[in-house]
Nanobody
Framework: QVQVVESGGGLVQAGGSLKLSCTAS????????MIWFRQAPGKEREGVSC????????YYADSVKGRFTISRDNAKNTLYLQMNSLKPEDTAMYYC?????????????????????WGQGTQVTVSS
């Protein structure tokens, strides 16, 4: 059974930084592409970033490009999202998710249906 646990959210002022973490178990972590997505109240889920199984390839939504950095430590089964220059519009519940197959590459990562294994999320609130 795949389990995913996100942590690291909080309240921060605009322009500040946060680093989110996510641990995954029940799968061979270094075989899977991983993503971060977010959902704000009343809005659809939005893919934020994707990282390939090895960490060699990373992709970002235009809304966070240049401000967020995704990374992973396969030895620790852990995924990270470093968020800098935060804006009020970044306020959302953030989730990490694993691909449904051990494909390893991001491909069409914007199709969030590919990533069914996610946790309870961690809340990020950015005040203006």
């Amino acid at each position: 059974q795949v389990q995913v646990v996100e942590s690291g959210g909080g309240l921060v002022q605009a322009g500040g930084s946060l680093k989110l973490s996510c641990t995954a178990s029940g799968l061979t972590f270094d075989d899977y592409a991983m993503i971060w997505f977010r959902q704000a109240p009343g809005k659809e889920r939005e893919g934020v970033s994707c990282i390939s199984y090895s960490g060699d390839y990373t992709y970002y939504a235009d809304s966070v490009k240049g401000r967020f950095t995704i990374s992973r430590d396969n030895a620790k089964n852990t995924l990270y999202l470093q968020m800098n220059s935060l804006k009020p519009e970044d306020t959302a519940m953030y989730y990490c998710a694993a691909d449904h197959l051990a494909y390893g590459l991001c491909g069409n990562w914007h199709d969030l249906r590919r990533f069914p294994y996610w946790g309870q999320g961690t809340q990020v609130t950015v005040s203006s």
